[in-house]
Every structure is written in structure tokens, then in C-alpha cells.
């Protein structure tokens, strides 16, 4: 069993778009994140969720709308998607409850958006 | 503020030689977690060790060793009789605990390409 899967793993659609990435963790961590990989392989924070509650918004653009069901699940969705959108999105969880926090986390497999 | 600098950006080795990639971090945290991941041409990331703040041992894993100094706040990592399969980018990150969430802030990479 995967422990935090995503999809799709490679998305292609024209600019101005809407997509969405999904994510799923089955570790029973607390923390989900998501993370852009740009062009040049910087890996930067965009969001986390703790327990569905929103932590951390790095100044993310607000076509990107993050949304968590549960705490097993964070989902992306992206509007009006953007030629600089283009990247891979790594989706993540850790342990991140109050007492337990080890820093470390667990990586999906990434999702390589290209808009064109 | 937090930040981890990766001055190597791509180093080359032939299979066998040793290579030290260096990771310089800052932060004012007292308790802080420090990492290497390996993310391979397939793109996933590996982890691969994790280092907590009170802990400067050296770690040894097979032909992977770390050095931790705190008075020189780096954490380098080398790898001995390098092969092939050790062609990756390597990313040095820091985390910052927070009270329900944990951020892992990332160097830039090191691309380490080992030639046969």
C-alpha cells in the first residue's frame, strides 16, 4: 500500500484551465502539505493542513485553493491555470500533532503539471 | 530566518571516488531537525536521514555518512565509493517545529552525477 498517493501523476491542459490534484495519506498522520517543485528543483512550501484546519499559506496566489474532507485527504485545486503553474506538486504528511512532532515527512510520488 | 544553502550545484565523480555534499543551514531555533533526501531521475523523494539538534554523532549507513557541526552549523553528507545508482539531486532541508505542524524548508540541491 502506498502511504501518500496521488493523482493524476501527470496532467497537460492549456492555459486557463481549472484542475485539481488529489491526495490521499494512510500513515493516520494529523499533517498534510503540499509543495512546488519549479523548473530548477526548488521545493517550497505552499500550504498545510492540520486535522482539515489550514496552518500554513506561503503567499500562494488564490487560484489555488486548497481543501481537505478529512484528515486523510488534501486535495488542490488549481483555477485559471497559468504558463508559471507549471511544475511538479508534491503532496506530503507527518505525524505534526502537538507533542509527537518528529519533522519528518512523508512524500507522494509527485504530480508533473504542464501548462501549455 | 530559517534557510539552508546548498553552495554545489552539480558536482561529477567517476564511479568509486568519494563525494561530500555540503549543506550550511541558519536558524534561531534551539530544537530543530535537519535531513537529506534523494530525489533520482524518476523524481520521487527519498528520505534518507534525519538529525535532530541535540544530537552532533556522526551517523554512518553503509557507504552514506553524515557530519553534523553545530558550531559550523553544517551538516554535510558523503558518500564513499560512489556508483552509478547514486546519480540523483540531493536536497539538504531544516525544519521548523512548530506547535501542530512541521515546515521543511529546503536547500536548492546538489545534482551528483557518477559516470561509469
Known amino acids: 500500500d502506498t502511504a501518500v498517493s496521488q493523482t493524476p501523476k501527470y496532467l497537460v491542459t492549456q492555459m486557463g484551465n481549472d484542475k485539481s490534484i488529489k491526495c490521499e495519506q494512510n500513515?493516520?498522520?494529523?499533517?498534510m502539505y503540499w509543495y512546488k517543485q519549479d523548473s530548477k528543483k526548488f521545493l517550497k512550501i505552499m500550504f498545510s493542513?492540520?486535522?482539515?484546519?489550514?496552518?500554513i499559506n506561503e503567499t500562494v496566489p488564490n487560484r489555488f485553493s486548497p481543501k481537505s474532507p478529512d484528515k486523510a485527504h488534501l486535495n488542490l485545486h488549481i483555477n485559471s491555470l497559468e504558463l508559471g503553474d507549471s511544475a511538479v506538486y508534491f503532496c506530503?504528511?507527518?505525524?505534526?500533532?502537538?507533542?509527537?512532532?518528529?519533522?519528518?515527512?512523508?512524500f507522494g510520488e509527485g504530480s508533473r503539471l504542464t501548462v501549455l | 530566518a530559517q534557510k539552508v544553502t546548498q553552495a554545489q550545484t552539480e558536482i561529477s565523480v567517476v564511479e568509486k571516488e568519494d563525494v561530500t555534499l555540503d549543506c550550511v543551514y541558519e536558524?534561531?531555533?534551539?530544537?530543530?531537525?535537519l535531513f537529506w533526501y534523494k530525489q533520482p531521475p524518476s523524481g520521487e523523494l527519498v528520505f534518507l536521514i534525519r538529525?535532530?539538534?541535540?544530537?552532533?554523532q556522526n551517523e554512518i549507513s553503509g557507504r552514506y555518512s553524515w557530519n553534523f557541526q553545530k558550531s559550523t552549523s553544517s551538516f554535510n553528507f558523503t558518500i564513499t565509493a560512489s556508483q552509478v545508482v547514486d546519480s540523483a539531486v540531493y536536497f539538504c532541508?531544516?525544519?521548523?517545529?512548530?506547535?501542530?505542524?512541521?515546515?521543511?524548508?529546503f536547500g536548492t540541491g546538489t545534482r551528483l552525477q557518477v559516470f561509469p
Open positions: 538529525r535532530n539538534s541535540f544530537d552532533e
Open positions: 536558524t534561531r531555533d534551539t530544537t530543530y531537525y
Open positions: 532541508a531544516l525544519s521548523e517545529v512548530n506547535y501542530n505542524t512541521d515546515k521543511l524548508i
Open positions: 506530503a504528511s507527518s505525524q505534526g500533532a502537538s507533542g509527537s512532532l518528529t519533522g519528518e515527512l512523508f
Open positions: 500513515l493516520g498522520h494529523d499533517t
Open positions: 493542513y492540520n486535522n482539515k484546519e489550514l496552518i
